[in-house]
Nanobody, 125 residues
């Protein structure tokens, strides 16, 4: 089992920045690839970014490419999502997730085995 706890969400003006953190506990963190997803009001949950077990490979959705960056610190059992140039359409609940497919960059939520409870990000115009 892996427990994931997100933090860092909040209210920010358009153009601002936030950094989300996801702290993992339980099994060895470096055995998992990690991902960030989000669910906006009235919409399906969508992929945001993924990172492999070492942090050497990342992938970002087109909608956030160049503005968001996923990273991880295996010594701290934490994955991050740096969000810059935020837009109102980035408003959503953001979730981190872990997959045992440690070498991959999974974009499908069904490939993930463990989920956090989510953190709200609200971007005002």
């Amino acid at each position: 089992q892996v427990q994931l706890v997100e933090s860092g969400g909040g209210l920010v003006q358009a153009g601002g920045s936030l950094r989300l953190s996801c702290a993992a506990s339980g099994r060895t963190f470096s055995r998992f690839a990690m991902g960030w997803f989000r669910r906006a009001p009235g919409k399906e949950r969508e992929f945001v970014a993924a990172i492999n077990w070492s942090g050497g490979n990342t992938y970002h959705a087109d909608s956030v490419k160049g503005r968001f960056a996923i990273s991880r610190d295996n010594a701290k059992n934490t994955v991050y999502l740096q969000m810059n140039s935020l837009k109102p359409e980035d408003t959503a609940v953001y979730y981190c997730a872990a997959t045992v497919r440690a070498y991959g960059l999974e974009t499908n939520e069904y490939e993930y085995d463990y989920w956090g409870q989510g953190t709200q990000v609200t971007v005002s115009s």
